[in-house]
């Protein structure tokens, strides 16, 4: 089997603190962890960064894919990470809109499309590694069922500041 034919596996393994982690199954039989920041953490006196700093780095990887090798993170790899996303959300929406009793009233919602991001050491920020384009059609994810979460989280960064 090729690395093209190998179909990539994705677990999850954590939650913590806005950052859920997840083991991708490689062809070569390593597991490296990959980050997804869901929630924006809140800056605390405590910190030994600045609120500025501690935005760039901590909150500045909202909407994207993270890990500590982005030498992984290929678009092959994200997008194959969000297609397994985006099934999960789809399913759970269908479960939801199938129970209004239990679930209650419920308006559905885009995927939150992720592209790979890694830390700049230069700029001292976070950049994106792919186009939001370029992910949603390797994913095949329809445009009008998905958004660009990294652009939102930009959006959501100048509101705080």
Not at 6 to 22: N, Q, W
């Amino acid at each position: 089997m090729t690395a093209q034919q190998h179909k990539l596996t994705f677990a999850f393994l954590s939650a913590y603190r806005g950052v859920h982690d997840f083991c991708v199954h490689l062809a070569d039989a390593s597991k490296p962890r990959i980050s997804v920041r869901v929630m924006r953490e809140w800056h605390e006196a405590s910190s030994e960064l600045s609120a500025e700093e501690f935005e760039r780095r901590v909150n500045g990887n909202i909407g994207f894919i993270t890990t500590g090798n982005s030498e992984i993170l290929t678009p092959e790899l994200v997008a194959a990470f969000n297609r397994h996303q985006f099934e999960e959300h789809t399913k759970a929406e269908a479960t939801i809109l199938a129970n209004p009793k239990r679930y209650g009233a419920y308006e559905s919602k885009p995927y939150q499309l992720l592209v790979g991001g890694r830390f700049d050491t230069t700029t001292r920020e976070w950049v994106p590694m792919h186009g939001f384009e370029e992910i949603r059609e390797l994913a095949r994810i329809p445009a009008n069922q998905c958004s660009d979460a990294a652009q939102m989280a930009r959006g959501m960064q100048a509101q705080a500041a």
